[in-house]
């Protein structure tokens, strides 16, 4: 029988993704459900292509100018808790979480919560709120399967041995568009060059976190949460070409990596098909090409976000919340144009030095953790 | 309990470093068997360490001289049938077969034929007899476990998903100490220059098999009999650095990659402790240190040897034994001085070309052909 699964965040360049892959699984797999935030076009769109059961517009602005695009048979639902009901709707067994952001958070848990498959392309979800998911999904039985290539890299080399002989992790990293720019430069960066990623090609908001490879800090948190392994066991390592997407040392010295094209269908085709793997569409590494990968150390100088990522993964409770919320709120003060890029590391650092950890906060303590940091943010800006 | 152990070959580099990981790995393992074929000093004091039950020195000139160094409660079998006695014996379920090539074929074959787990070093026997061991490995429910790096790291990478998802296999080889040579130096090669190994410290017939190349050509023909795949799925990949010791790449798409030092302890380790691992005393790769892969396409004109490997290996049957017999004996000749570097892989290819092949050699037609290729190498340097 297929496989049932609903997409939360279908028209983000995840979720179209994850389109992609299903269709070209076929038989496999079906999308019973499609969630989205604004994008009502994109999404009914989609629904015309996959024919879900259910399809959820998060923004209700949009509700009325959707629904005439989509079919009898398909139910539509409205608003944020229309995201929660879909995750936990019993009618799927895996729900690809690819809301970007703290947004993404409640209809994660309701997945978790609700003991699905959940494929994790919102890292988020992990760093805000995995001092409460990882035991929640053990108490449920949900199985929580990276989406993040790096991860997906890690959880893959690591079923060529058993999790308990895992001794490190390497996560790489391309460092992202400033990784040869002087600190002074840096400080300068305007919003186009931060958004000029090397190699992969993904949405703004990760695109700037590359650039002050807070993405890296993200996932230093994510992978703890994941696979369950000491802080200091996790590795970051520069790796420009970003063709190893990372890699596990085990306890005999052997290191298993794994490698590809920056192609996020490989990463959720094998979040989807795990433990098996199948012929899909994404794109091939054609070996005969590839002449050089290097690898340097990370300059936790002019990438202070390491070492607060490193902090946070180390303090766990509610600092995660309160470290993903004040770079949220940082990078839209970005954006905007009211702060430098290299304030933005150093707003995160202040609002971290102010809060007082939560060691082991529930679900609506991180939410209020999450709206402390960004009004934190806002003073800052006043200020 | 403890795995019980015999070592073929134990004096030479592979047996040297199998005591080392199995006196690391203490209680898992012990050794109940030793064999070796002229060392007799070296044999008896690794008799002294391990105190196995059954000691074998193949070259019966040398037994009178070992009987005395030998504990009482020893046993001393003298002969190559003491060897193949030795792989077949009850008292052990795992036969390391580290004897450098075709005189470890027999004992080789005595170890399959018991049903044993099998760690193979010596890729010769896969080479000249892989065409009668793998069906017979399958009759007997004999385990073939690869020792050789590259292949460790296959089966090590094929453990990230299923052997019926491999699609292809990446076989890295360092090129060895004339990968940057010409054509018209590599014709005037001295032995020094060929034993001259930029990366692996190895005994002088495999380092001068990795000067042609005819090492990566042997390989071809042992990944074939070791993971039953098509011989074009098989591709060489030039990295001078041996850090990435081969790859395998997955229907999705997935390149899964072993890494590690170029020490021998990691794939006999491997081989030993499948499918767990345990920390052993191999060196661990410290990736500060590593700057730069570097990858190539293999140069098939200056080292034609591995255009013959692809033959031999589509070829199968008796080409194999005839394939390495003619090299074992054209690289005797070099080292004697009688024939210059440059016509090692031409004699080969002499050879093979007057073979009549055998598509389904039993192991004495298998022993036949390789008289009959040393043999005719030998007719070539009288002409």
Known sequence: MAKRIAILGSTGSIGTSTIDVVRSLKKEFKVVGLGAGRRWKELAEQAK?????TVVIADPANADKIRPLLNNSTELLVGPEGLVELAGRKDSSFIVAAIVGAAGLESTVAAVRAGKQVGLANKEALVVAGSMIVPLSRKTGAQLLPIDSE?????????AGRTSEVCKIYLTASGGPFRTWTAKQMAKATLEDALRHPTWSMGPKITIDSATMMNKALEIIEAKGLFDVDVDSIEVVVHPESIIHSMVEFCDGSVIAQLGTPDMRTPIQYALTHPQRCVGCASRLDFSTVRRLNFE?????????LRLGYEVARTGGSAGAVFNAANETAIKAF???????????GLIEEVLGRHKVDPKPDLDALLEADRWARQEVAKCLKS
């Open 297 to 305: 150390e990370p300059d936790f100088d002019r990438f202070p976000a």
């Open 49 to 53: 292509l996959v024919r879900p059961a």
């Open 335 to 345: 954006q905007a144009g009211s702060i430098t890029f290299g304030r933005i590391v």
């Open 151 to 159: 991860h997906s890299a890690i959880f893959q080399s690591m079923q």
